[in-house]
């Protein structure tokens, strides 16, 4: 595994992505415009203040995880992915070319995200948005490496979507959403625990809220980081060159 090689496939996945305006409208606009949905729905009341952070969390999070992992497999399904591998590109240049490439838009789509539900949507953080654009970031990076470890080990667009249920859902369903973590059924509780979304959505309110210590938030921080960095190895193992 090379820089080089690494930064040559972020810059072939950048350069795809561009002119394909469809997926750069569904990375980039999307997920605001989900999160003005949201702020809509709830106007007059204070529901959006509550659930504002969470949002900023849900939507980068499963947009990220459909387009990196859809991307990925239809490099593989196409035979693209066999063509680059008889050159000198390992699994681990690919892969992590693709995290560069998705985690430099994770980046412009959270800006985004974050900028539209504070000035557009009246989102207010009592803590420092910077660490808030952090934590979104680490959030949408997440999505991210989830959708490199879907593509592993799906044979089809269709196969990806059938993760949704299993990476995806419990972490909404359990994340602190619907009803604050510490309320949930004890075995619920230590499920949610070891969730990386929890981290996120918890730390995105708590910076909102102004309502833990940076090194509180440095540790969630961490905890999202160690997820990211385990989904990318395990899906740079496991990854195939072709669909059978």
Do not use: N
Request: negative net charge; charged residues 15%.
């Amino acid at each position: 595994m090379t820089l080089v090689r690494t930064f040559t496939t972020a810059g072939r996945v950048l350069t795809q992505i561009r002119h394909d305006p469809r997926t750069v409208g569904l990375l980039l606009v999307v997920p605001s415009l989900l999160i003005g949905l949201v702020a809509w729905i709830f106007t007059d009341t204070d529901v959006f203040a509550s659930i504002g952070p969470a949002m900023i969390a849900l939507f980068p999070f499963i947009v990220m995880f459909l387009v990196t992992s859809i991307a990925t497999l239809r490099e593989r399904r196409s035979g693209t992915l066999e063509r680059l591998f008889s050159m000198p590109l390992g699994k681990g240049d690919f892969i992590l070319g693709y995290a560069l490439a998705f985690g430099f838009l994770a980046i412009f789509q959270t800006a985004i995200a974050v900028s539209f539900a504070v000035w557009v949507c009246g989102l207010e953080i009592e803590g420092s948005i910077w660490l808030l654009f952090a934590v979104a970031v680490a959030d949408a990076l997440l999505g991210t490496a989830f959708g490199l470890l879907a593509s592993a080990f799906a044979r089809t667009e269709f196969q990806v979507v059938q993760f949704m249920p299993l990476l995806v859902f419990p972490q909404i369903l359990l994340g602190g959403i619907f009803v604050p973590r510490d309320q949930l059924p004890e075995g619920l509780e230590i499920i949610s625990d070891w969730l990386p979304l929890s981290y996120a959505i918890e730390a995105l309110q708590a910076v909102a809220g102004d309502t833990e210590s940076t090194e509180w938030i440095m540790v969630r921080l961490l905890a999202i980081g160690a997820w990211i960095v385990g989904s990318i190895v395990v899906g740079s193992i496991t990854l195939r060159r072709r669909t059978p």
